[in-house]
Nanobody, 124 residues
């Protein structure tokens, strides 16, 4: 399984970005996909996750109401729409996938497949 992110960039505070994560490789049905982020000098943290089959979404408190995770089954693509971005959202964002839990784990160690990441920089 391969994951490829895109859509990162630099924006001013209050701006928006939409990240994409394309899944390719072996076909599998029920999986969970998540977005994590990591800023320099900080640990990786959970941002949002989605259960692919029914689209149930989960969010970190820090992004609730500002970020939305969705997926397009036909395009095998997950999205992270980010609005009202803040400087503290600056980080490298990575998508991840796993098959072994009914609900998306919040711990990145439970994910087996990762993309290379895309940088998001928010200036004040």
């Amino acid at each position: 399984v391969q994951l490829v992110e895109s859509g990162g960039g630099s924006v001013q505070a209050g701006g928006s970005l939409k990240l994409s994560c394309v899944l390719s490789g072996s076909t599998f049905g029920s999986y969970n996909i998540a977005w994590f982020r990591q800023a320099p000098g900080e640990e990786r943290s959970f941002v949002a996750a989605l259960r692919w089959n029914d689209g149930n979404a989960y969010y970190a408190d820090s992004v609730k109401g500002r970020f939305t995770i969705t997926r397009d089954k036909d395009k095998r693509t997950a999205y992270l729409q980010m609005r009202d971005l803040k400087p503290e959202d600056t980080a490298r964002y990575s998508c991840a996938a796993e098959l072994f839990h009914d609900n998306p784990p919040l711990d990145g160690r439970d994910y087996w497949w990762w993309g290379q990441g895309t940088q998001v920089t928010v200036s004040s």
